[in-house]
């Protein structure tokens, strides 16, 4: 019920946009940018990562950081996250200066829904180099939810990162910060797992994604989130829960993409060619599927038992 509540409660409160088959979005989450220490799962990703954001720059794609993007978390200072991925964030200001970058907040870096949190640390920057203070995210407006509605059929699509209804991480995120600062983040390194993350339990993922795909049937609309760090991609006829994965993987980065009225999961890895020449690969994983198979006015979907309470069809 909680779930429910939040969930919907993050879809009316939602920034609305439009969008066509002109427009083009990619969404990545859970990229946990950290201070370049041993525990910052970031780093082994970050060429990776920024090679990905001049693809879709040069391309015209709409960046939607869905969440978590830092890791205020465990590191609670940002100044010493933006200097250990200056160029990272270097990257991400060509999206926000051409109007093109959207930020959403997650649990890890919930710190952004105070507006004098991110007045004071994403605005500007102190630049070793110059030794002055240059514009960073100058006026960016972190928002917790994104609503996507086709210009022409009227079908959403909401965004959020995930973590609205989990327990730990929603309700009660302030202790499940503090031990992860004073204590998983120390234990990690030497090989535990935080058991209050789904990233890392799955019995807690299945349990996220089950009460996700209920809230899907009840209210009839398409989803994309992250949170999990498991990427996701529909069957056939399956709900339409998709799952952007983390940047944080050891194999490299998944993220989804919306092109032409289409839906894909793509990922980013590093691999050798034929004469064992590495070099960065987008790879599609799933898709292109039309959008528009996913809208509930048009179609029916599998009537699983798990949701037996809920009306499938129009």
């Keep these: 019920m909680f779930t429910d509540r939040r969930l919907t409660e993050a879809y ?45 720059y040069n391309r015209g794609y709409h960046y939607v950081e869905a969440g978590d993007g830092d890791e205020l978390w465990e590191y609670p200072r940002f100044k010493y996250i933006r200097i250990a991925h200056t160029d990272v964030f270097l990257g991400m200001k060509q999206f926000f200066d051409a109007k093109r970058l959207t930020m959403l907040y997650g649990n890890h870096n919930i ?14 920057y102190y630049d070793e180099y110059t030794q002055e203070m240059q514009d960073l995210f100058q006026g960016i407006n972190p928002i917790e939810s994104l609503v996507l509605k086709h210009k022409e059929t009227g079908q959403e699509i909401l965004v959020i990162h995930g973590h609205q209804g989990d327990y730990m991480n929603d309700q009660l995120w302030k202790l499940s910060m503090f031990m992860l600062r004073y204590f ?116 029916k979907f599998n009537d699983d038992s798990e949701y037996q309470d809920c009306e499938i069809s129009e």
């Design 12 to 56: 009316k409160n939602a920034k609305v946009v439009g969008f066509d088959k002109k427009s083009k979005y990619i969404f990545f989450s859970d990229s946990h940018r950290g201070d370049d220490s041993v525990s910052d799962e970031f780093t082994r990703n970050q060429n990776l990562f920024l090679h990905a954001m001049n693809y879709y």
């Design 111 to 124: 710190y952004l829904k105070s507006k004098d949190y991110v007045r004071t640390h994403y605005y500007k």
């Design 184 to 299: 998983w983040k120390f234990m990690h390194v030497v090989g535990f797992e935080n058991p209050a993350s789904p990233a890392r339990s799955l019995y807690k993922r299945h349990k996220v994604e089950k009460a996700y795909k209920k809230w899907i049937c009840k209210h009839k609309m398409m989803l994309i989130c992250g949170h999990t760090h498991r990427q996701k991609f529909p069957r056939k006829d399956d709900l339409p829960y998709f799952n952007t994965g983390c940047c944080t993987r050891t194999k490299g980065i998944t993220g989804i993409e919306i092109i032409e009225d289409h839906i894909l999961l793509v990922e980013w890895r590093v691999r050798a060619d034929q004469n064992g020449v590495l070099g960065i690969y987008r790879n599609v994983v799933r898709g292109p599927e039309p959008i528009a198979n996913y809208d509930f006015k048009y179609h």
